[in-house]
């Protein structure tokens, strides 16, 4: 547990980080330790551990949140802080900056009451559903989700702790997120704080997801067949094909249409095919996790 003892005038505050970062990637999920200690989750050599240069800075230890996040305009002081402070952390490492997201922050808000009527700080409590489920019950679509917490009386000292942690750095600096949700709730003057991050996934249609493949696939210089019934049935099969038989069928999930697995890239450049055939299909299950389910049909 990171322990941080502050005392205000006529009250004591107990400043505390959750020493556990949930991290979930496709549906896999990993813990990992992030006190102090921890060599767990180095990101680069340089970070930046205080930010002294936000204009809000002398603002926010007098200045609690109240209500759940609706959308970036409606943020607090303390929350714009830490929303502000992310991505002036970020900037310094030459990452982009975090688009604000009004459901991820839905999300977010959620958590934060959890924590405040449990007062105590934890990625779940009993009560509610887990992080990734949080996010897709707020109508968030994702790739990756992770998610910070602290309690402090202040959004400063949270961000701080959060940036001297290496677990929770390494999610504030994680160049493969690209969104953020941000909710503070205050009880008896401490600030329970919950910072959402997510790679978000963009909704597309059938023909948009074969469309966008279809452009990468043309680089290699490959005919392109037109898209029928039989190839996105092929998609929606494990094994085997409909229609015309290919050579080569590659099935593959994906967050990111624009990148190809490694092993279609080989067959591509290999010299044996000259056309190929892109089907989407809707992706199976109930996972909370979004991504496109591709099937490329190769052909001699």
Known sequence: ??????????????SRLKPMQDFLLFGQHRSMKSSVSSKSAIGPAKYILHIVSLPLLALVPLLHAQRPVQSENQLTVAEQYLFAAANQARADQGLSPLRFDRALAQASAFHAHQMAD?????????????L???????GVRFSLIAENVGEAPTSVIIH???????GHRANLLDP??????????TRDRELYAVEDFASTVEPLTLSE??????????????????????????????AGYAGRRPWYIMRYTAANL?????????????GKYHEAAVGACP?????PFSAFNIAVLLYP
């Open 1 to 14: 547990m990171l322990t941080l003892k502050w005392y205000p005038p006529g009250h004591v505050s107990k």
């Open 118 to 130: 449990h007062e105590d700080i934890s990625h779940q409590f009993s009560d509610e559903p887990e």
């Open 132 to 138: 990734a489920e949080r996010g897709a019950n707020a």
């Open 160 to 166: 701080n702790l959060w940036m001297q942690s290496p």
């Open 176 to 185: 493969n997120v690209n969104t953020i949700g941000i909710a503070i709730v």
């Open 209 to 238: 997801q074969e469309q966008a493949v279809v452009g990468v696939l043309t680089h290699s210089g490959m005919q392109i067949a037109e898209t029928t019934s039989e190839a996105r049935l092929t998609c929606t099969m494990p």
């Open 258 to 270: 624009t990148e190809i697995p490694s092993q279609l890239k080989s067959r591509l450049i290999s």
């Open 283 to 287: 992706a199976s299950g109930n996972s």
